[in-house]
């Protein structure tokens, strides 16, 4: 048979996104995949290196992230990487174009291209904000603050998790810098009171100026104004308020939630188009106990999920429904601390918490999971299916 008549007779999945759930998504499906001749898997990707976006605050701060690239980690699995932005997502003609115009025909896609921080939601946040949303984002930001000289104030819009961990972290490496940290809630609102005044009392240590209750008007060049007039001066400011998803799915016709996700089924699929599957941020998964947030932990078991799903589908059987509990938050406090906030499956805050050096281990140890487990499905697929599936929390919804 010719070459082209077999690609024809292949069925092409195409991933979108090679970060944390994309990822997870292209290697269960190519390491389980790899001896077919009928199955051919494409991730795309704006860049070969891997983006450990949990690392990115502490790079913004000026520590070097490691180079881990994503054709290397494909190799030998059968996968082809395409380097590329995707530029428009055609639904009815199953194609996906890439920047430099070349186009890509799929049979099955999984849409994984992640969210970004919110900078439309405050004028002049786009403008004259950083962002902690790329690696060069966070380079950017980091020779900025090297520019100051360790004098100025930077300040930090969004007081979620984020914007605590990055304010620390800034703190720590800089410590003449002013750091403030602006917000509508109270830094670890989320967690159980002790995890609470833990967060409280290491920001108070590192100096970082906590503003709780306040709501941004405005970034402005030198400045940040407040609802109500207040202007904080900011020699650099750090935006991370809010998630923002591409506009790509929308613009191809799927059906989005109110923030631009991709609503998806009990298996992932998306309602609209249900052979594009929808993983990570970028999607709307419905849990029993609501719609998920973006997390890494989340994250890669909606990949792996969507890839096993694929597989099933391909041959001839029922999709199951997609369950997942969360089970802790980890965030850290600079590089000598951290908090840990065990949870329920729902995201709710258990009693129990770790502080200080084991919860800086912890967070280390869950920070620098993902790359191993990628490497050891490539091996071993079935070792990256096993996540909480949430219990009696989960036990709502029935695949359609
Ligand atoms: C500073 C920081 C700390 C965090 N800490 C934690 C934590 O401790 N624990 C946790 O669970 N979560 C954490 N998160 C959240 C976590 O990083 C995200 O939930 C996770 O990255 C989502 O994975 P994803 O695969 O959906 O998207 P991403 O990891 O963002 O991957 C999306 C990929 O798609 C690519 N892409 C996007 N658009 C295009 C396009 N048009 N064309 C081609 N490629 C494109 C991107 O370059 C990227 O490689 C943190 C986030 C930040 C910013």
Redesign the pocket.
């Known amino acids: 048979m010719s070459a082209q008549r077999e690609e024809r007779r292949q069925h092409h999945v195409v991933v979108?996104?090679?970060?944390?759930?994309?990822?997870?998504a292209a290697v269960q499906l190519s390491a389980r995949t790899r001896k077919r001749a009928d199955v051919a898997v494409t991730v795309?990707?704006?860049?070969e290196r891997?983006?450990e976006?949990?690392?990115?605050?502490a790079a913004?701060s000026g520590q070097r992230l490691a180079e881990l690239s994503v054709p290397e980690l494909l190799d030998g699995t059968g996968a082809r990487f395409v380097r590329?932005?995707?530029?428009a997502v055609d639904a009815d003609a199953r194609t996906v174009r890439?920047?430099d115009e070349r186009v890509l025909r799929y049979d099955t896609l999984v849409y994984?291209?992640?969210?970004?921080?919110d900078t439309a939601a405050v004028p002049g946040a786009r403008e004259h904000g950083h962002t902690?949303?790329?690696a060069q984002d966070?380079e950017v930001l980091a020779e900025r603050l090297a520019r100051l000289g360790g004098a100025g104030t930077v300040v930090v819009g969004g007081s979620g998790?984020?914007g605590v961990?990055?304010a620390a972290e800034i703190a720590e490496r800089h410590p003449g810098l002013d750091v403030v940290l602006l917000g509508r809630t109270e830094p670890g609102a989320t967690m159980n009171p002790r995890a609470r005044a833990h967060v409280r009392a290491a920001l108070d240590r590192l100096g970082v100026r906590v503003r709780a209750g306040v709501e941004v008007a405005k970034v402005l060049p030198g400045s940040v104004e407040l609802v109500g007039g207040e202007s904080v001066p900011a020699d650099a400011v750090l935006w991370?308020s809010g998630t923002r998803v591409?506009p790509?799915a929308a613009a191809a016709g799927l059906t989005v939630d109110e923030r631009g996700r991709v609503v998806v089924d009990a298996a992932l699929r998306s309602v609209s188009h249900p052979e594009v599957y929808a993983?990570?941020?970028?999607?709307a998964i419905t849990q029993g106990y609501g719609v998920m947030h973006?997390?890494?932990?989340?994250?890669?078991p909606?990949?792996v999920h969507a890839a096993l799903t694929i597989l099933r589908v391909l041959a001839g059987r029922r999709p199951r429904p997609f369950r997942f509990g969360y089970y802790h938050?980890?965030?850290?406090l600079g590089r000598g601390d951290a908090v840990v906030q065990f949870t329920r499956p729902d995201d709710s805050p258990r009693r129990v918490c770790l502080t200080g050096r084991a919860a800086v281990w912890y967070?280390e140890t869950?920070?620098a999971a993902p790359w191993p487990t990628y490497g050891r499905m490539r091996k071993l697929p079935a070792s990256g299916a096993f996540w909480p599936r949430g219990g009696r929390f989960t036990r709502v919804r029935k695949a359609r």
Do not use: I
């Open positions: 979108l996104g090679a970060g944390y759930a994309g990822l997870a795309v990707n704006g860049q891997f983006t976006r949990m690392r990115l605050h913004a590329g932005w995707v530029t890439v920047d994984a291209l992640g969210g970004v921080a902690l949303d790329g966070a998790l984020t961990e990055a991370t591409s790509l993983v990570g941020d970028a999607a973006g997390t890494c932990q989340g994250g890669m909606t990949g938050t980890p965030v850290s967070k869950v920070t």
